[in-house]
């Protein structure tokens, strides 16, 4: 795990989560403390218990209110879910401005841009707030091309056979 680089996985197939997972178990595993912060999936309790008993290595943060996926929510708690999104980039934004932690997972971060809830605008910003001494990690399905350019590695998910 170089400290600084910003990793990319994104794409239609599964597994991008899981890629970013298995980068945090790996950092942990050689005493790095890892930041996750989901977004766009409701409140995952059940998931969210398990990865519990990795404390304290690795934190996971969840800042929307819903239980319910956000793509499954209507319109008026999509504009309520919104805020508590933004909550969860200015905690995000914090984080890489004070190097609170080794890596940082934005965990379906992409879907927040590819939803209006942020502008790609405000993610350039905050892929510029990041030091070098925090790794960052970013998952979602659509990469806007002009967020490439902030990326040390870009992994492309995809599936070749459902």
Do not use: W
């Not at 890892?34 to 690795?58: C, H, N, T, W, Y």
């Not at 239980?67 to 919104?82: A, F, G, I, M």
Request: hydrophobic share 40%.
């Amino acid at each position: 795990m170089d400290a600084g680089r910003v990793q990319i996985y994104y794409g239609e197939g599964r597994g991008k989560s899981t890629a970013a997972l298995g980068c945090a178990l790996q950092a942990a595993s050689v005493g790095k403390n890892v930041f996750i912060i989901q977004f766009l999936k409701g409140k995952m309790e059940d998931e969210s218990a398990f990865l519990q008993r990795l404390e304290p290595e690795i934190k996971v943060f969840h800042f929307e209110k819903s239980n319910t996926c956000y793509e499954k929510l209507s319109e008026q708690e999509r504009q309520e879910e919104n805020i508590n999104l933004k909550n969860g980039v200015n905690f995000a934004r914090k984080v890489l401005m004070t190097a609170e932690c080794s890596i940082l997972i934005l965990d379906e971060l992409l879907g927040v841009i590819d939803n209006g809830v942020i502008s790609k605008e405000e993610a350039r910003a905050l892929f510029q707030a990041k030091t070098d001494e925090t790794q960052l990690i970013v998952t979602g399905r659509v990469l806007p091309d002009d967020l490439r350019g902030y990326a040390d590695e870009i992994y492309q998910i995809r599936s070749e056979k459902k």
